[in-house]
């Protein structure tokens, strides 16, 4: 009979909570709930329709450290934003083709800062391959192209991991978790502590971050304004219109090329980050789409 008694106080105080919050005027409210502040929490939040379990406490308290730190990493997640402007449209329309969720956007985020970064074990690009990798997924990469700075190639490549990935362990959360620490890495882990959702792992300090940095970014970069954050339209970053030149010859001379099509060489490898070399050894007679703008310089 207490018990009774206690569930049902218990159901009152939860109620009357609820309608104080509803009653409370919306600067009040604002406040209460921390909108407009790096302090905000989401009541609940989902990686690819696949819902985190806030109810359990490490997984909300790790959630919480990814969402602090990044919404106070003031001047980054500002470029993030300005970045995604430009990058996501790029990226979108080929995770649509590949039936890979949207929400693996953010990955690239996280892996990048949607930068062509290069990591100290050698992984380069807005999606961080290593060159073996990348080999493996149909990327060429050498002395003179790389195509792990190709935004298209990189992300098509992506797909076909992470497609791989989703087979073999049945979800997307892992799938994504997968792609810091590998197949077989995630797979050992599961194998050895006999579960097999990521949110229930050990796993290395890294992967045990690399989700909840996913869902962290997703959370601010789709809702800025409700942590602090406000970009004008016009302060983000735009994509450039350009047209497309096919090339099945060597260039030897990639400064020169630049001048004879209106632009410069820094142009020309702002727009064509494959390009690693002064010049473009083709002596198989490989077809190579270059990037050239029409407008904006």
């Given amino acids: 009979m207490k018990k009774i008694q206690i569930f049902g106080i218990l159901a009152v105080l939860v109620f009357a909570c609820g309608l104080f919050v509803f009653a409370l005027s919306g600067d009040d409210k604002k406040k209460l709930l921390h909108e407009g502040t790096s302090q905000y929490f989401p009541v609940s939040v989902d990686f690819a329709g696949e819902k985190a379990p806030l109810q359990i406490a490490d997984v909300r308290e790790r959630f919480d450290r990814e969402l602090l730190v990044n919404a106070n990493l003031h001047s980054s997640t500002i470029l993030i934003l300005k970045r995604a402007n430009r990058a996501f449209p790029i990226i979108e329309p080929i995770l649509k083709q590949y039936g890979v969720p949207d929400d693996f956007k953010y990955l690239a985020v996280i892996e990048s800062a949607l930068t062509n970064a290069v990591s100290s074990a050698g992984a380069r690009g807005v999606w961080q391959f290593m060159p073996e990798t990348a080999k493996e997924k149909g990327m060429e990469v050498s002395d003179g192209v790389d195509e792990r700075y190709h935004l298209q190639k990189s992300t098509e490549a992506a797909c076909k991991y992470l497609l791989a990935a989703k087979q073999k362990f049945g979800n997307w959360t892992l799938a994504a978790a997968s792609y810091n620490s590998g197949m077989n890495g995630v797979n050992t882990k599961i194998t050895e502590q006999q579960v097999s959702d990521y949110y229930d792992l050990l796993l290395t300090d890294e992967t045990s971050r690399y989700v909840f940095r996913i869902l962290a970014l997703k959370e601010i970069m789709k809702h800025p304004e409700l942590y602090g954050f406000e970009v004008a339209k016009n302060e983000l970053y735009e994509n450039i219109p350009t ?55």
């Fill in 243 to 297: 047209k497309t030149l096919e090339v099945d010859s060597s260039i030897t001379d990639l400064a020169i090329f630049a001048k004879k099509q209106g632009i410069n060489y820094k142009i020309l490898k702002i727009h064509n980050p494959w390009l690693r070399d002064k010049k473009l050894s083709n002596p198989t007679k490989k077809k190579y789409q270059i990037e050239i703008p029409t407008e904006g310089y």
